[in-house]
């Protein structure tokens, strides 16, 4: 059983929105910051932003502030990602992460 699954990613133009979410199992994943990342082709994984257990502090990179909103629903073991504004950089296989555990990862492709 995978831990953490992905899903929501797809094709969106420049400029577009899109959100992602990470189903987790809550056991142990309900009490775990958790974390999302990308990796665009050859480049490495890169931290996109994170949210802590309570969903009451959010953290970001840099090219994700403004942009893109991170949340956390606990009832549901759901954590969000909410992007807009897209651009062309964004195209990346995105993951979830808690603890050492990694999701399979959603690809979002931006194109022009």
């Known amino acids: 059983q995978v831990p953490l699954i992905e899903a929501g990613g797809g094709l969106v133009q420049v400029g577009g929105s899109l959100t992602l979410s990470c189903t987790y199992s809550?056991?142990?994943?309900?009490?775990?910051?958790m974390e999302w990342f990308r990796q665009a082709p050859a480049k490495e994984r890169e931290f996109v932003g994170s949210i802590d257990w309570s969903g009451t502090h959010t953290e970001y990179a840099d090219s994700s502030k403004g942009r893109f909103t991170i949340s956390r629903d606990t009832d549901k073991s759901t954590m969000f990602l909410r992007m807009k504004d897209l651009k062309s950089e964004d195209t990346a296989r995105y993951y979830c992460?808690?603890?050492?555990?990694w999701g399979q990862g959603t690809q979002v492709t931006v194109s022009s």
């Open positions: 809550p056991h142990p994943f309900g009490m775990y910051t």
């Open positions: 992460k808690a603890g050492e555990s």
